[in-house]
């Protein structure tokens, strides 16, 4: 066995020493790490363009810092649609994931979980995220519902088009919107440079997630960017970054954000840069460290854009 996949069911992309293995009943653990509870990475980036929009509305509305409720709410409705989405993902994608050495020791293609209770899994985990959207204004809940759409034709994606992390990212970056609905409940146009942005920095790093699996991706016929860009993957990632940070500028000056709003943006922006610098060519376990670092990134343009409404607020 290599060191992509390990013997005792968890894959290499969980984060080593997690509660999951060492503490939860044994019965449950198939079904935590079907819900990628096991690799928090994935609510956290879920979560972080639902808290920039947050942040990005306490500037507009002259808040003093984002709404908390709305912070707790996407925060458990991140935790829940994540876990939904991966045990969707995987029910679609248990043949193929058989195939990619990173994903064969997943709990559904290794047996582990069998569909029809992953199934009714998948249901639990949907009605927790719908009864967190109802928490909001009609608005938001209808910019909520619409995020299924993309979030359902996702999985198939990659077996016809050579770009499957566009719509990835049409879904991870959902909370762009719903910070700014759940405040105004209405969409301007701040919310949606931010969302396009979103998208921008999903199609980038998770072009650096799929460099683990470029190897197996073109053995099973998997389509994804990596594979896509090729030896101009570098290239392709430091322009989705940087069109992801000059939209997200553009949405904080149309917020009406000040010199600290924009220094969070730029820190924000160096930090991607880095990722693009550090980044080799079919360097998994390298890519797999680049690609965690976007936690650290978004929460430090989450908190320049709070710091600058606190200060706003204040003055």
Known sequence: MSGTALQDGRPADAVAGHWVERAAPRPWRPYLRLARIDRPVGWWLLLLPCWWSAALAAIAADRTFPDPWHC???LIGAVAMRGAGSTYNDIADRDLDAQVERTRLRPLPSGQVRPRHAAVFLVVQALIGLAVLLQFNDQAVVVGLCSLVPVAIYPFMKRVMPLPQAVLGLAFSWGALMGWAAVFARLDPPALLLYAGALCWVVGYDTIYAVQDIEDDEIAGIRSSARLFGRRLRLAVGLCYALASLLVALAARGAGAGLVGYLG????????????LSLRE???RGALTLFRSNRGAGLILFAGLSADALLRGLS
């Open 72 to 74: 707790l709410l996407f």
């Open 265 to 276: 943006v730029a820190a924000f922006a160096a930090h991607l840069g880095w990722q693009v």
């Open 282 to 284: 079919r360097d998994g």
